[in-house]
């Protein structure tokens, strides 16, 4: 079992990679993009269109892309996605950092079932790529028995300066009744990309 579930493991990873492929952006220019958020400490962050791809279709797999532009170089990043719920605190799911040895990068984050479905399984894992490598983590699933949800594609900049990756609203309507959207059911899953203290 436990070199059938290493070796499913390790082809997932291989098809995650193929289905996030992130080809460099020759002369892209965040300054001219009406997209991109500047951040207090300098970080112009602009997030990017993912190509619809079959196999992430097929795999459950969520992406979203960005380019980020560095003041300087060796700068410490950190990296943060979050669940936020209205009339709770906000639960940090994942946060990593990096030290930039470049004075741009492309950041991709992924999400993925890992048994049935990004609606269903008590876990998710949580890939995140940046120049510097890679991550993976286990998380709580957002996503569980939520009854509508919609991406934004590409991540939309907050007030705070966090992108919203996707809201979702949870509760589904007894027999009969009409599902009821509002903003005591929806959550946000946001990320957000800053120097590290």
Known sequence: MGLLTRGFSALFALL????????????HNAASDDRTFESLDGLKITPLDVQPDEIAEILDIERWKFYVVLPEPDLKIAYKLELRQPGKAPVILAKDEATADTTDEEVLVALYSMDTSLSRDDEIKY??????G????????????????????????????????TRFFVGFPKSGEEMIYSDENENKLVFTIERAD
């Open 134 to 165: 890679k991550s993976h983590f286990i998380i709580p699933n957002p996503f569980k028995d939520f009854a509508v949800g919609q991406e934004s594609r590409p991540a939309t900049v907050q007030p705070d300066g966090s992108f919203l990756l």
């Open 16 to 27: 995650l990679l193929a289905a996030c492929a992130m080809p460099p952006l020759p002369g």
């Open 127 to 132: 890939y995140l790529k940046t120049a510097n």
